[in-house]
Every structure is written in C-alpha cells, then in structure tokens.
C-alpha cells in the first residue's frame, strides 16, 4: 500500500457510492459498489484474500469514489462505469453476447430474415433464439411452409426460390398485398404457439394430395408435417400460461460464480445461457451486477417476467428493468428457479478444474515466470520478430500477450524503413525505437516485459535504444531456439544468463506460444507483401500504366489472373484507354508465352 492509498482510505466516507481501483498506468481495473464506502474499499487492503483478489490488490496503485444517495443509484452507477470503462477485473459479459431474433421486415412485400439487431422499424421480431442453430431451422422450415420474398432487391425475372415454391415471385407477378398480409397473420400464429393448426391443415392437404394420386406433392406435405415436428418437440413445454420469462439461478465455489438463465419464450424452454466468471464482492451484490449488465448488453428483449432467487433484493432489480420481478414460493415457477440454481452448481463443478487449467496456463504461468526471472508479474508482455528473404521486403511484428492470452487488437505491423539489406540488428533497432518513442509521445501504456524473438545480437540492439536513446528501463528477454527451431532457452539479465525453466512447465509452454504466435505474424505480414510487390512488379514497365491505372485494375478485376484472362475490349471498358489496354494485354501475354517456352 503506497502513501496517496493510506491517505485516502482516511479520507472515505461513510456512505453509499462506487468506487475505481486503478493500476500505475492510471488505468481503472476494476469498479465496485458499497453500502458503506469506509468498510468495504479498506478491507482491500487488509486481512486475508484468496489468490485472485490478492492478485487484484497487487495492481492497485490509486483509487477513486463516487458518494451516491442509496444503494440502488450506487448499483445503476456500477454498472454504467462498467460498461463505460471495461475494467478487466470486472464482471464483464465478454463475448458480446447477443441472440438472433426470426423478423418479418416492414415493406410491401415482407421478408424473412435472421437478425442478431432489433431496430425500431415496425417489423416484426421474434425470440430471442439464443442458439442461432435453432433460428436457422425454424426459419427454414417457415421458408417451406410461407412463400415471402427472398430477394432484398426484386430482380426482374424469377429466380430459383420461385421455381422451389418458396417466393411468389412479385418482381414479375401482380400479387395482391392482402395475399402477404395473410401470410404475416399465419406466420405469427405458428411463432405464437399456433403450429398445431397449420399441421392439421398441411394435413388435409397431404390427405386430399394422396387421394388425388398427387404423390410428389403428398410427400412435400409429408416432409412439412415431419419439419414441425421436429422443430417444435425440441422446445420442452414449462408452463400453460404462454407468458415470455427469464428464470435466473445461481451458485458460488472458491470465489467464483455461475449464473444459469432459463429463456421462456411462449411458454417454452427454448435455451439457456451459462456464464461463469471470478467475483470480488459479496455474492448478491455481484450477481445483482450481473442482472444489470446482462440486460445493459440485450435491453431488446426484457420478458414479462423475470424470476429470481429469494436471497437477491427485488427492488433493486426493479430499479433495474421496465419488467415484473418475482420470486416464487412454490409451484412451478419455484421449481424453475431451483432448478436454474441447480444446473449452475453443477455447472461449476464440472467446469472448475477446466478453468483453474486455463488459470495455470495464462494467469499462473505469468507469475510464475515474472518469479523465474525475479521481476514484478509482467502482466503486459510484447514481443517482436523480423522477416526477411535476403534483404527483400523486410518487416517486423510485435504481438501483445495481457494475462497470459493474446490481444490481437494491440498487435502492430512494421515496413523496415532506413535498413538496406539483411540487417537484424538495425531492424531491431528501428522498430524499437519506433513503437516506444510512440508510446511515450502517445501516453500508450507500458509492456511489463518485452520479449526478443532471437540472440544476444538483437537483444544489445533493443536494450541500446531503450537505455540511451529513450532512456526507458523496461526488462528485456531473448528467447534462443535450437537446431530444430523449436523455443530452447530464456536468455535474461545483465549478462543475458539462461533463466533455468522446466521444459514441461506453464511459463515454458507459454514462451513457446508467445514465440510461435509471434512468428506467424510477421511471417504473415512477409508473404502478404511480397505477393503485393510481386503482382505490382508484373505491371510494371507498361508503357501509360501509371500506380493510379495498377490500383484501379486490381479493384476492377481482383486479381492478376482475371487481368490477364481479360480481352483488350474488356481492358479497355475498365477504364484503361485503348492503347493502354492493349500495352496491358501485349505485355502479360507475351510474358505468359515467355514462361511457357522456359525449359522445365
């Protein structure tokens, strides 16, 4: 605990509010909520903790609050800082979840679509489906059943899904508007719980078809009747009632927490959602962190109801959502939530060793390679590579590792701009000082630990422009690969000393993957610019084809074989005049024909 920490804990008040914990990069990691500021951010810094909230407090260098009036406006406040400020310590629904819905669009003659986005379009929508699996089946089986327009813009002849009977084809046909309104009524009534009546009337049909010797068609009523039932028997039946809920149940173990949601959409368990994350907070308080954020990320589809367990304070989830909020005492909807709350322990315990696996393999083995090398956890590392094929094209690529797992957003790409020739070292140099005189310029946050894909030569060659030219003391390793340029040794310290690591632990393998992953970029990078300079180096020396004419070629044709399988007259139509067009056709036929005579 540093000096501005002692001094403001003396400070705190004794009242509700939220509070920012941030790093030494000025950076929030984590926002919390209390009912009394003074109790709960002191007792961060004292007593006993768990590893992950120690490692929490680790980080903290300053902090921040914020005094609310009652601990629902501390709860709406914590939530919206959240969202806002994404602290990675947070309860964070990562994954962006967000479910399809089935909508029928608002035009003259409505589609059918999948849509992960609800807009206020006056069109219709449907869901959520959480398994987007279970959209894809039940619209293609509305597409066979409901013959709407398929084309987002009408053509002007049919196409294949009218020959299908699956359109009406209106681009061509005069088709009574009130024809499409009958359909949207049928379609609402099969989504709404009504496919029993359109199976008996597909029924008849398929009876009628049969007794009219009208096989083929008898067998496509056939196959409709199957399709419906398959979709809807895999929709259990909960309740009688129809009515649209959300049944939320929950369980904690060794500090982390599994919330389980049961969607009920008609009357029906259509899917269910499993989150599991770490929580720093009391479990209620959390999990009513959770209810927020859940529905902050999917505010389009609030149910009538939603249920919850009986320990979790109603009025704040209220506060929360435009929406009935219960808590059963007994019946069916009692069994529900208990039954939520069920799944999520056995969730937990089935998912737990997974996750203190992948714990080990990110997190764990950071710490324990900052141990190994006796510095502070590097949380950040970066790590640089070049690429070159005898002094062409040479680049370089730093990838970034946060906690042990890639962020590919923070990767970055480099042209060598001032090295002539296979220099590593001066490659090394430029790209250096380039990504971190731009981090100081740009206030950027700072790596923990920057990792040399190469030897002793590259290694001087980073530490020279850190410490003389930037004057920045960042710890800088190499890692040295063997005969079979496979990851060999960790080289580290003053003297670039071999850090001794088991070659089956966690921050070996973890080397080895920032070394792979490291690699692959810039080799990537590599190929995809000598195959640009290559095709660019085709045209070149073409008489009136200018870079201008080359990038409007590429555009046009997309690539250098359909430039050169197009005639002079289709040259010459993409814009080229026709001299040009015909400078263009010589050239790459004569060099085809070049090619062709080589001896092989």
Known sequence: MNERIKNKLALLPDQPGCYLMKDKNGTIIYVGKAKVLKNRVRSYFSGSHDTKTERLVSEIEDFEYIVTESNIEALLLEINLIHKNDPKYNIMLKDDKSYPFIKITNEDYPRLLITRKVSKDKALYFGPYPDVGAANETKRLLDRLFPLRKCRVLPKEVCLYYHMGQCLAPCVFDIPKSTYTEMVAEIK??????????????????????????????????????AIETVMTRQ????????????????????????????????????????????????????????????QENEHFIPREVLIPDNIDVASVE????????????????????????NATVALQEKFDLIVRK?????????????????PTPVRIEAFDNSNIMGTN????????????????????YKIKTVKGPDDYASMREVIYRRYSRVLKENLPFPDLIVIDGGKGQIDAAKE????????????????????????????????????????????????????EVHRFAITFH?????????????????????KRKKELLKQFKSLKNITAASIEELNASGLPKNVAKNVYDHLHQETSDLKDEPQ
């Not at 909020?325 to 208990?338: A, F, I, N, S």
């Not at 190929?527 to 020396?541: I, T, V």
């Open 189 to 226: 009534s099969f989504l709404n719980g009504g496919h029993p009546v359109i199976q008996e009337e597909i029924q008849r049909k398929m009876n009628e078809a049969a007794e009219n010797m009208e096989f083929e068609k008898a067998a496509e009523y056939r196959d409709q009747i199957k």
């Open 527 to 547: 190929r995809q610019l000598r195959s640009k300079n290559s095709f660019a180096s085709r045209l070149d020396d073409i008489e009136g084809l200018g870079p």
């Open 236 to 295: 259990k039946m909960t309740n009688a009632d129809l009515v649209d809920r959300d049944v939320f149940g929950y369980a904690v173990d060794k500090g982390w927490m599994c919330v389980q949601v049961f969607f009920i959409r008609q009357g029906k368990l259509i899917e269910r959602d499993v989150s599991i994350f770490p929580f720093y907070n009391e479990e209620e308080e959390d999990f009513l962190t959770f209810i927020g954020q859940f529905y």
């Open 394 to 413: 040479p680049v370089s690529a730093m990838v970034v590792f946060i906690d042990g797992r890639p962020d590919k957003k923070e990767y970055r790409k």
């Open 359 to 375: 714990q080990e393999r990110t997190i764990g083995a950071v710490e324990k390679l900052g141990n190994a090398m006796n510095i």
């Open 465 to 516: 422009v850190l410490d003389n030219q930037l004057g920045l003391d960042i710890p800088i390793a190499g890692l040295a690969k063997n005969d079979k340029h496979k990851t060999s040794e960790l080289l580290f310290g003053p003297n670039l000393d071999i850090v001794p690591l088991e070659r089956n632990s966690q921050e070996f393998f973890l080397l080895q993957r920032i070394q792979d």
């Open 319 to 342: 506060a929360m959502l435009s929406t009935k909020v219960l808590q059963p005492q007994r019946g069916e909807k009692k069994k529900l939530v208990r039954l939520a709350g069920k």
